[in-house]
T-cell receptor, first 117, second 116 residues
């Protein structure tokens, strides 16, 4: 079974509008972290935001916010006021809190976001 | 701001040749990772390294792969005999500590490996 599922291979949004990128996850660990990374066409992985499983409030970082619904196991990324520079691939990832592991990230398949002028 | 660096940025090699990909993690970080991303696909975990030994490895990380921390700063990934399917972007990452699930992994810019 997939641990991280991103069901939107591609999304389009008009400049200055908000967009939501979906992410659902599957884990039996009570302790985990959810991350979003941005990968522009140049290829580097840019950390955007994370949410801990025990965090009471949704994470926010500037124009990025994470809509965390623990019961539904979803961690959607919301980008407000989209800019042309937001066009990139976006990956959702999870790090499980297994005791003794080095806690590698498990990535979803990504969503290619295109911001239209 | 400290960052993870990787060299080379692009490596072209012939099938069957050995390659070594180099990474310099952030200096006070304790956990190191290699991931790979085949073109157009998702990022996949290869191996994690802590206290001078492998912590975990995926099924991709077979006997053709090895990792080493030869000195206090470098972290290397060696592929002994490259195959065409090893062509991918290889990312190194490091994190400060692994004792909780919330510690951010910092990624390097990647090395694009092309096997001909």
């Amino acid at each position: 079974a997939q641990k991280i599922t991103q069901t939107q291979p591609g999304m389009f949004v008009q400049e200055k509008e908000a967009v939501t990128l979906d992410c659902t996850y599957d884990t039996s660990d009570p302790s985990y972290g959810l991350f979003w990374y941005k990968q522009p066409s140049s290829g580097e992985m840019i950390f955007l935001i994370y949410q801990g499983s025990y965090d009471q409030q949704n994470a926010t970082e500037g124009r990025y916010s994470l809509n965390f619904q623990k019961a539904r196991k979803s961690a959607n990324l919301v980008i407000s006021a989209s800019q042309l520079g937001d066009s990139a691939m976006y990956f959702c990832a999870m790090r499980e809190g297994r005791v003794g592991s080095a806690r590698q990230l498990t990535f979803g398949s990504g969503t290619q976001l295109t911001v239209l002028p | 701001e400290p960052e993870v660096t990787q060299t080379p940025s692009h490596q072209v090699t012939q099938m069957g040749q050995e390659v070594i990909l180099r990474c310099v993690p952030i200096s006070n970080h304790l956990y190191f990772y290699w991931y790979r991303q085949i073109l157009g696909q998702k990022v996949e975990f290869l191996v994690s390294f802590y206290n001078n030994e492998i912590s975990e490895k995926s099924e991709i990380f077979d006997d053709q792969f090895s990792v080493e921390r030869p000195d206090g700063s470098n972290f290397t990934l060696k592929i002994r005999s490259t195959k065409l399917e090893d062509s991918a972007m290889y990312f190194c990452a490091s994190s400060e500590a692994g004792s909780g699930p919330y510690n951010e992994q910092f990624f390097g810019p990647g090395t694009r490996l092309t096997v001909l």
